[in-house]
C-alpha cells in the first residue's frame, strides 16, 4: 500500500458481526466515491478467528449490495496502532478495550465510528444475541457513520 494512502481499522469485540459489515459498507462507498483507502477490520477478542463473518451479517448486508468475500476474524494486534491512520471502535467497551493496549503516541488515532456526526448515536450496539431487527439496526448505523466518516476524509484532504 502506498505509503500515502489512508488507512482504516474498524474494530469491534468479535470482528464477526459490526466491524466486518463496516468493512464491507466501506469499502463499497470508497470504491463508489473513487477513494482509495486500505480498510480493514479486526476483534478485541479472538473468540472466532479466522473464521467468515456472521451469517446474519453477510445477510443483511448482502441485502443491502455488500460484499463479505475473503473477510476473516482476526484479533487486534499492538501492531495495528501504529500501522493504521484511524482506528475506529463501535462501542464504548471497545474503545477502552483498544485504548489499555494502544501506546501513548497512537491514542489520538483510536475514536468511535459514530464520532464524525452523521448519526444521533454514538454507538453502534452489539447484535450477537438478538434478531435481525438489531442486525439491520447495526447496519442502518454503520452506514451514517460511513457518510459521516466520508465527509471528515473529504474535509481534511
Ligand atoms: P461483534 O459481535 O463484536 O459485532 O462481532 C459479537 C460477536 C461474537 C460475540 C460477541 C459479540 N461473542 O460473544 O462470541
Redesign the pocket.
Known sequence: MAANTTSVLFV????????PSAEAVFKKKAADMGLILEIDSA?TAG??KGVAP?KRSQAVGMERGYSFKGLKCRKVVVQDFEKFDYILG?DNQNIENLLKDCPEEFQHKVSLLLSFGASEEQEVP???YGGKGGFEYVLDLIEQGADGFIEHLKSTA
Open positions: 469491534c469485540l468479535g470482528n464477526i458481526c459490526r466491524s476483534g473468540y472466532h456472521d463501535m452489539d447484535p450477537y
